[in-house]
């Protein structure tokens, strides 16, 4: 199994979502959150902010385990794992730092959980939890 660490960025009720370039192999010009592969021998939060780094320039401050899930969508017999990490304070301002997104936007939630391309269709209903977590504020 292949682990993922991903950020849920948020601030003032939105949340930010990258939109995949379009010839990325999977999920190609989806809005997704920001995140990737975690290393041999690295932690997840270690992975977080090295990937939050590399793609959009900032260092997050204080990460929160949120929750897992699983991309059954890609490989149902060993699907990669995504760790989630609630975001509400980095150092830098975030902007598309390689070649992984073509778009950074911020969403209010229910925007978000709503948009009809989303990289995973689980989304919709993590999105929508956020607003129940008092985060991002």
């Known amino acids: 199994m292949t682990d ?3 950020a ?5 009720g939105r949340l930010l979502l990258g939109r995949r370039a379009p010839y990325r192999k999977t999920y190609p010009s989806k809005w997704d959150v920001v995140g990737g592969k975690v290393e041999a021998g690295e932690s997840f939060e270690a992975a977080l902010t090295r990937e939050l780094g590399e793609e959009i320039g900032i260092t997050p401050l204080r990460p929160q385990f949120f929750e897992s899930l699983a991309d059954r969508h890609l490989d149902p017999a060993a699907p990669p794992l995504y760790h989630y990490y609630l975001v509400e304070d980095w150092q830098g301002t975030p902007a ?7 778009d950074l936007q911020w ?7 709503a948009l ?5 269709p689980e989304y919709a209903d993590l999105f929508s939890r ?3 977590t008092g985060a991002g504020a």
């Open 107 to 113: 969403f209010p939630f229910a925007e978000a959980a």
């Open 96 to 102: 598309i730092c390689n070649h992984e997104h073509s």
């Open 116 to 120: 009809p391309d989303l990289a995973l």
């Open 4 to 6: 993922y660490a991903c």
């Open 130 to 132: 956020l607003s129940f």
């Open 8 to 12: 849920l960025i948020l601030k003032e």
